[in-house]
């Protein structure tokens, strides 16, 4: 999309024009989505969660500033929308002082072929409150300072979650690469299977295996 | 250092594989709807109405169904053997049956040319002679008429009319019709009429080829044979934003700011059911009892569905179905009495299937969408006719084949089992393939046998709110 086309739309939006609304709507749908499903533990979590966003895009364009890129804006308030979304169920999360972390182990992630889409369902196997600090910390770049701020949680809260997910990850790779080599047959033994009926039956007279 | 670097890739891993969805998600309808009615669209249209046509129509199959599922005044259904009894008692004393049955023998080519008028004589009527009770008479093809043989006749060659000839399925023909009864002249009671086989088959017209030489068919016998809106109701809304403070205040989401700290409200986003049209085409494979011996058959469909409560479908529509099946004649049930049991029966039935099941999703991601439902199917029968294989084609000894001419209905008597796959195409369209067992509650059709079917469906899903929501 042109700037000039955006432009286009954005002023149609201010001016709660619905098909304006409707193709701006269309035109980034798939970039906020994208945010919202890291965020969501499925689809139609992400679509609600985004709806709000977009819902908060359209009742306060008017507040935005040309001047900046609108993308940028978008996807701001697409991963507040889902921090406040997943604020009010974190009381259910998991919140664990980082003394009680387990040591993780190293994985080498050079070698394997995950997709986006494994790795978004890595993600959204997380429990919410790993997936969202792991979200906020590791893919949108926040410290654990303003993670905490932002989610009501300690500090050590924040570290532990984070710990907790890159451990939960780094398993769920580990299984997918063994999944993966099982397929390719690497560092299995072949197991030969044999033919009965061809095998002749043969007499040994007693006279030992060895021999 | 390797655990700091270590971490620092994973980090980097996600960051780098998540930031550039090379799948991206389709863009769906029912998400906008969603919005529009966040910001306010009217309902308009057809689809403002359709929640309501839901429930009326919804309310009008249960009418229907339980209209015919009442119970009823008639005789109950009885075991073949019981009913042949108990026919002949009441055939004096009840109206005339509607049910009538052509049966019609198969031919023996090669003694054709051996059969004359006399044996046609012999062969089509004497029961009032020997005075056997009518119940017993059967059909006997040419090569045993050394015996008393109570023939049933070609209809369609000479439309003479018999009375009181057996055939596959009869029992006793109460009609008197053209020339004098032959049941009159046995039991001694004018117009009897027989009782039916069962309940819902009284209006049944039924025609057998039974084995007799075509010269001999002579005669008609009359007798008595038996489519997800993403439901937010419930969710907490958003009230601000961090990235705007200045305008939070003034939301028109109804959100609150307390010295900075974000407040939490519920709004639920208003509901909006979704409404799909598939067609449907698939093979299957249909046996009796298992799907052991199986014989292929193929389903063509076509199926409205409505989302109307979040992860739940219900669907309903009309199948076109063909389903072959064979069964050994252990099997097939039947108040004709055999002189020489078939060894196997091939059926042929064309049903008409309208199903109505509900659907829970169990997975929806990306394009991909995948439910799990359950439902009844009630079977109307277009076409219901056996093929009887007797292993020998040297001598024929009996039917070889019979065509149920009226619709048997057998509602709410089967159960369905689905699994079904869909991915979308286009925010408008989408493709499925639908794993389904079909799983017979009660008997069905003329032989009264359970027909399983597993079959695999490939459809073509259109959403028809795209059409009729408001711009």
């Given at each position: 999309m042109g700037e000039e086309e955006l432009r286009q739309l954005i002023r149609g939006c201010i001016e709660q024009n619905r098909k304006s609304q409707k193709m701006l709507y269309k035109a980034f749908y798939g970039f906020s989505m994208a945010i919202c499903l890291r965020y969501a533990g499925d689809r139609d979590e992400a679509a609600e969660v985004m709806n709000q966003g977009f819902f908060k895009v359209f009742t306060k364009i008017s507040s935005y500033d040309a001047d900046r890129p609108f993308k940028a804006w978008l996807g701001r308030i697409m991963m507040n929308v889902s921090i406040d979304y997943y604020r009010a169920n974190l009381k259910m999360a998991y919140a664990e002082d980082l003394e009680n972390a387990e040591h993780i182990y190293d994985v080498n992630m050079a070698d394997n072929n995950l997709n986006y889409n494994d790795l978004l369902a890595m993600v959204q196997q997380l429990p919410q409150g790993y997936r969202t600090v792991f979200n906020l910390f590791a893919i949108d770049g926040y410290s654990h300072e303003e993670i905490a701020d932002m989610l009501n949680i300690n500090i050590g809260t924040s570290k532990s979650n984070l710990f907790k997910a890159r451990q939960k990850l780094k398993q769920m790779i580990t299984d997918a690469d063994s999944s993966a080599n099982y397929n390719k047959r690497i560092d299995f033994n072949p197991v030969v299977a044999m033919n009965g009926a061809a095998v002749k039956p043969k007499l040994y007279n007693n006279k030992g295996i060895r021999e | 250092m390797n655990k700091e670097k270590d971490i620092k890739n994973l980090d980097q891993f996600f960051k780098q594989g998540l930031e550039d969805p090379v799948d991206k998600t389709v863009f769906r309808d029912a998400d906008w709807d969603a919005l529009e009615q966040m910001l306010g669209g009217k309902r308009t249209g057809i689809v403002f109405w359709l929640p309501w046509l839901s429930s009326a129509a919804a309310i009008l199959i249960v009418a229907f169904g339980w209209w015919m599922l009442r119970p009823q005044a008639t005789n109950h259904a009885q075991k073949p053997q019981q009913q042949m009894a108990v026919n002949r008692v009441q055939k004096a004393e009840q109206p005339a049956v509607t049910d009538k049955n052509k049966q019609i023998a198969a031919v023996n080519e090669s003694e054709k040319n051996d059969i004359n008028k006399n044996d046609i004589n012999n062969t089509a009527v004497k029961p009032a002679a020997t005075g056997k009770p009518i119940t017993e008479l059967s059909v006997q093809p040419k090569h045993q008429t050394t015996r008393p043989a109570y023939i049933a006749a070609n209809t369609v060659i000479n439309k003479h009319r018999v009375k009181g000839a057996m055939l596959p399925?009869?029992?006793?023909?109460?009609e008197q019709k053209g020339s004098a009864g032959i049941s009159q002249a046995i039991t001694?009671?004018?117009?009897p009429s027989p009782d039916s086989y069962r309940d819902r088959d009284n209006s049944r017209d039924n025609e057998i080829l039974a084995a007799v030489p075509l010269p001999i068919a002579i005669g008609t016998i009359e007798s008595e044979m038996p489519g997800i809106t993403?439901?937010?109701?419930g969710n907490p809304d958003i009230a601000s934003i961090n990235i705007l403070p200045e305008t939070t205040a003034g939301s028109s989401a109804g959100s609150d700011t307390k010295a900075g700290k974000t407040i939490i409200k519920k709004t639920g986003v208003p509901y909006r059911p979704q409404y799909a049209l598939s067609v449907l085409a698939s093979q299957e494979l249909n046996g009796v009892g298992?799907?052991?011996q199986a014989s292929g058959g193929i389903d063509v469909g076509l199926l409205f569905s409505a989302g109307l409560v979040k992860k739940f479908t219900i669907s309903t529509g009309l199948h076109y179905s063909l389903k072959p099946y064979t069964l050994p004649f252990s099997e097939y049930h039947t108040t004709y009495k055999f002189k020489n049991a078939p060894q196997t029966v091939s059926a042929d039935c064309r049903i008409l299937d309208i199903p109505i099941n509900i659907d829970y999703q169990v997975y929806n991601k990306s394009r991909n969408k995948i439910t799990v439902g359950t439902g009844l199917s009630s079977y109307i029968m277009m076409h219901e006719s056996y093929t009887y294989d007797y292993g020998s084609s040297d001598v024929l000894y009996g039917p070889s084949y019979y065509a149920v001419k009226t619709q048997g209905k057998y509602y709410f008597s089967i159960m369905n089992l689905e699994a079904s796959y869909q991915r979308q195409v286009s925010s408008k369209f989408g493709v499925s393939l639908q794993p389904y067992l079909k799983i017979p509650l009660s008997n069905i059709g003329y032989s009264q046998i359970k027909v399983e079917t597993f079959g695999v469906a490939a459809g073509l899903n259109w959403n028809i709110n795209s059409l009729t929501k408001p711009k």
């Open positions: - | 399925g009869e029992t006793v023909n109460a001694g009671q004018p117009n993403p439901n937010t109701a298992s799907l052991q």
